[in-house]
């Protein structure tokens, strides 16, 4: 197992920069997510580590070993690509060896690989199929089975379900997060995607901009974001971050969870915008003023359009963030009407 370690590592092109001083640990053995939106340098990052990029600035090391400036093949990595990158015109098979052939391994060998890596992705009875004759999760599987084969103690994997509909995704994260562990190798993932972050992740590098926003446990993003931004991003629906100076005073920010927030005959005085029935609960938006707060309540919510609510919520699930820089303040002063 190999531990990888970023320290102040930068790409740019030019005046833009891609990634901006980043510094981050993953775990041997451990499974790190960079996630983030689209452009934030997550994937870009994940492509420093591989020797794909050259560094601008800093240093990549992994297992301890300075790898900077050695190239993909000298890091002892794997690596699995959105894309899959299948060969059409080879089988399973000759996909998942075409690696251990290029490097030269024995036949023998070769055979003893395959037979495991097979029987580990349920693939033993596909091995004589062409790409093209496989369905989107049996080719992810060709894709990882490629990866594996390969025994490098570091994988490395740039947002590999995005191709996959809603319940193949659900189910190779379970299976990827099963192999990680199985197999005990580290790996970084990258994806836009916080369910895929929060269900797999020992460890999640938020990043916006090509810098690192928070980096976290899931539940540690989830319960104290360091920041405006991550609260907003992680959260189904995400957090409500507003503006309340009656109730926060000046210069702050508001952050409430929408499953903090309960509806009754105490707390602040709103107004119902909209109700959103998803079946196990509803979204219901309340306006306070000119701002809107969404609620998440279990089962269906029947409130009409227009309805006078009260809006109340827990001292203990209230964030504050400055309003000037997004940073993370702590409640500990927080006004008593925080607790309405």
Same mark, same amino acid.
């Given at each position: 197992?190999s531990?990888?370690?970023? @320290?102040?590592?930068?790409?740019?092109?030019?005046?833009?920069?891609?990634?901006?001083?980043?510094?981050?640990?993953?775990?041997?053995?451990g499974?790190?997510v960079l996630?983030?939106?689209?452009?934030?340098?997550k994937?870009?990052t994940?492509? /420093?580590?591989?020797?794909l990029?050259?560094?601008?600035?800093?240093?990549?090391?992994?297992?301890?070993?300075?790898?900077t400036e050695?190239?993909p093949?000298r890091r002892?990595?794997?690596?699995?690509?959105?894309?899959?990158?299948?060969?059409p015109?080879?089988?399973?098979?000759?996909?998942i060896?075409f690696?251990?052939?290029?490097r030269?391994?024995?036949?023998?060998?070769?055979?003893?690989r395959?037979?495991?890596?097979?029987?580990?992705?349920?693939?033993?009875? /596909?091995l004589e199929?062409?790409?093209?004759?496989?369905?989107?999760?049996q080719?992810?599987?060709?894709?990882?089975?490629?990866?594996?084969?390969?025994r490098?103690?570091?994988?490395?994997?740039?947002?590999? /379900?995005s191709?996959?509909d809603?319940?193949?995704? @659900?189910?190779?994260?379970?299976?990827?997060?099963?192999?990680?562990?199985? /197999?005990?190798?580290?790996?970084?993932?990258?994806?836009?995607?916080?369910?895929?972050?929060?269900?797999?992740?020992?460890?999640?590098?938020?990043?916006n901009?090509?810098?690192?926003?928070?980096?976290a446990?899931?539940?540690?993003?989830?319960?104290?974001?360091?920041?405006?931004?991550?609260?907003?991003f992680?959260?189904?629906?995400?957090?409500?971050?507003?503006?309340?100076?009656?109730?926060?005073?000046?210069?702050?920010?508001?952050?409430?969870?929408?499953? @903090?927030?309960?509806?009754?005959?105490?707390?602040?005085a709103a107004?119902?915008?909209?109700v959103?029935?998803?079946?196990?609960?509803?979204?219901?938006?309340?306006?306070?003023?000119?701002?809107?707060?969404?609620?998440?309540l279990?089962g269906?919510?029947t409130f009409?359009?227009g309805?006078a609510?009260?809006?109340?919520?827990?001292?203990?699930h209230? @964030?504050?963030?400055?309003a000037?820089?997004?940073?993370?303040?702590?409640?500990?002063?927080?006004?008593?009407?925080?607790a309405?």
């Amino acid at each position: 197992m190999s531990a990888i370690r970023l @320290h102040d590592v930068t790409k740019a092109w030019g005046t833009a920069r891609a990634v901006d001083g980043v510094s981050f640990e993953a775990a041997a053995g451990g499974f790190a997510v960079l996630l983030g939106p689209s452009g934030c340098g997550k994937s870009t990052t994940l492509r /420093l580590i591989a020797g794909l990029e050259t560094v601008s600035a800093g240093r990549v090391l992994i297992g301890g070993t300075d790898v900077t400036e050695l190239p993909p093949a000298r890091r002892g990595i794997a690596m699995v690509f959105q894309s899959y990158a299948l060969f059409p015109h080879l089988s399973v098979a000759e996909n998942i060896l075409f690696g251990l052939k290029v490097r030269g391994v024995p036949a023998t060998e070769r055979g003893e690989r395959l037979r495991s890596t097979a029987d580990l992705l349920g693939l033993s009875a /596909l091995l004589e199929r062409k790409p093209s004759q496989l369905s989107g999760g049996q080719q992810q599987r060709v894709a990882l089975g490629r990866a594996i084969i390969a025994r490098a103690p570091v994988c490395l994997m740039d947002e590999p /379900l995005s191709n996959l509909d809603a319940q193949l995704r @659900h189910d190779m994260r379970r299976e990827i997060r099963a192999l990680q562990r199985k /197999l005990g190798i580290t790996m970084v993932y990258v994806t836009h995607d916080q369910t895929e972050a929060m269900s797999m992740a020992d460890q999640v590098v938020l990043m916006n901009n090509g810098r690192i926003e928070q980096n976290a446990t899931p539940a540690e993003l989830y319960a104290r974001p360091a920041t405006a931004f991550a609260a907003r991003f992680v959260g189904t629906p995400p957090m409500n971050v507003v503006s309340l100076p009656a109730i926060t005073g000046e210069g702050l920010l508001l952050g409430l969870r929408p499953e @903090h927030i309960r509806l009754g005959t105490e707390g602040v005085a709103a107004t119902v915008a909209t109700v959103e029935y998803l079946g196990a609960d509803s979204i219901v938006a309340c306006r306070v003023g000119e701002t809107l707060l969404n609620a998440r309540l279990p089962g269906r919510a029947t409130f009409a359009t227009g309805a006078a609510v009260r809006l109340a919520w827990d001292r203990d699930h209230t @964030h504050l963030f400055n309003a000037a820089d997004g940073r993370r303040v702590e409640p500990a002063s927080a006004p008593a009407t925080l607790a309405a």
